[in-house]
């Protein structure tokens, strides 16, 4: 038992400094895909049907495979056949973050279905561009809305982060791994583990409830 | 809206460029399976470590690279190497030839036997583990792995073949009592034995095997390089003292 003990206090500084990479890794994906998840979003919702195709086709592709064998298609295969020699981690960025825009974009899309469409009629009589409403009316609505959703999402990357340790990145499962191999600490390397991503999954979902409370309009919400 | 756009894009493709021109230095980068001690594996101070690290290092010095080890999964070490993700592998690699189609091996440097490991009280031998309606756990990707399976349908031996991310977790299931044995390469037996409750059983009839360093086929400057790094290392006084400290051969 104090063995157990004493190899954890000695692994925990590894381990914790792999949360950086885990967190690098869930920021990157996230960003992206909250970059290019809000115009797939529009596009799915409002834009001409050729566009939608195109955007449906995309969601429909990233959803569809596993996220392991995307990671081993784009690292080993595209990236290598385009000539991006790139890093295990931003393969691992670029790969969840491209499966995030498929995932959020379906947030964002919700969100927006969710708000009256009759407020774009009431903005083209006021004169606005269709673009234009989107932008200043139907947007500032529907990313409020998408909050809950997407602190959803956040957990979920960054649990599925720990996949990226088959490229190769030293994030917190593969350090884990590699200490749990050196000392056959197995059960209490592996709990040590599953504590850290616990704390991050509630730091996260903690800020986002905050942003949430923050950037809430008086008198509207979703169950007014 | 439109500027912050513009600026992320910016910002992505600055670091990416970035991230690829550290690339151009005379570093070599090498692969190792940090779940194979004494080999290869992470330290307490979480610095990549080993009888092949250490090798590695010297040779390095001593024919007038960089060497960078990252630690990666076995099982994705190979497609690692041929899309130059990584430039050799010194991690305790077996010379087989199914491997040798894709790379290209350094000479041999050590030579490793393949074991049987069970519980310490155990009472199963080779024979019954072979013949008996047991389960054996391997590491994935593995010779020994690959050899077990086929020899079971050649030969009709009945045992369930389980398998692992790495030899420590087959050792661990060993301990837990999830399977009769485990199956590995001698040395990380070896390492399993001082470490935890169980003991080695003996060969099982697998030809021993001679670890070599990988590198790609085309790489043919690499190739020489290590060859001659690893016959001063192997004639040098440090090689002894390698020994001495991982006890691979125990």
Redesign the interface.
């Given at each position: 038992m104090y063995e157990s003990l004493l190899v954890i206090t000695d692994a925990l500084p590894y381990i914790l400094e792999g949360s950086l990479v885990t967190v690098g890794i869930v920021l990157g994906a996230m960003g992206i895909g909250l970059f290019f998840g809000v115009p797939v979003a529009v596009i799915q919702v409002y834009a001409p049907k050729a566009l939608r195709l195109v955007a449906g086709a995309y969601v429909w592709f990233f959803r569809g495979i596993p996220v392991l064998v995307l990671l081993f298609l784009f690292y080993f295969g595209l990236f290598s056949l385009l000539g991006f020699n790139i890093s295990a981690f931003f393969a691992a960025v670029i790969v969840l973050g491209l499966r995030g825009v498929a995932y959020q974009s379906q947030i964002f899309r919700g969100s927006i279905l969710s708000l009256p469409q009759g407020q774009i009629k009431a903005a083209r009589a006021l004169g606005m561009s269709d673009l234009k409403a989107i932008q200043s009316i139907i947007l500032p609505q529907a990313l409020r809305l998408s909050i809950p959703g997407w602190s959803n999402e956040y957990s979920i990357v960054l649990k599925d982060s720990a996949i990226a340790f088959v490229l190769g990145t030293s994030e917190i499962m593969s350090r884990t791994h590699f200490v749990a191999s050196r000392t056959y600490e197995h059960l209490p390397l592996y709990l040590t583990a599953g504590a850290v991503f616990f704390a991050l999954t509630t730091m996260g979902v903690r800020a986002l409830r905050i942003l949430e409370k923050r950037v809430s309009l008086p008198g509207y919400s979703a169950h007014s | 809206?439109r500027r912050i756009?513009f600026l992320?894009f910016l910002g992505l493709g600055l670091?990416?460029v970035n991230?690829?021109s550290t690339?151009a230095e005379k570093t070599y980068i090498n692969?190792i399976d940090?779940?194979?001690?004494p080999f290869a594996?992470?330290?307490?101070?979480?610095e990549p470590d080993g009888f092949d690290v250490k090798a590695a290092d010297w040779i390095a010095q001593e024919m007038g690279f960089e060497v960078e080890h990252?630690?990666?999964?076995w099982?994705?070490i190979i497609?690692?190497l041929?899309?130059?993700?990584i430039d050799f592998i010194a991690s305790g690699m077996s010379i087989t030839p199914e491997r040798d189609i894709k790379v290209d091996f350094t000479i041999p440097y050590w030579t490793i036997t393949q074991v049987f490991v069970v519980g310490e009280d155990s009472g199963l031998t080779v024979d019954s583990i072979l013949h008996g309606d047991k389960t054996l756990g391997v590491q994935r990707g593995t010779s020994e792995a690959e050899w077990l399976k086929e020899q079971a349908k050649e030969k009709g031996w009945k045992f369930t073949l389980r398998y692992y991310?790495?030899?420590?977790?087959a050792?661990?299931d060993v301990v837990n009592g999830r399977i009769d044995a485990a199956a590995m390469d001698d040395a990380p037996a070896a390492d399993?034995v001082r470490?935890?409750p169980v003991k080695i059983l003996g060969t099982f009839g697998m030809e021993p095997e001679k670890f070599g360093y990988a590198v790609r086929e085309e790489d043919d400057q690499l190739l020489q390089t290590l060859n001659d790094g690893l016959r001063r290392l192997m004639k040098d006084p440090y090689w002894q003292e390698l020994i001495e400290t991982y006890k691979p051969g125990e």
């Open positions: - | 809206m756009y992320l670091v990416m991230s690829q690339w692969g940090a779940n194979f001690p594996f992470v330290n307490k101070s979480g990252r630690p990666m999964d099982d994705g497609p690692n041929l899309a130059k993700k991310d790495s030899a420590p977790m050792v661990a399993a470490k935890r």
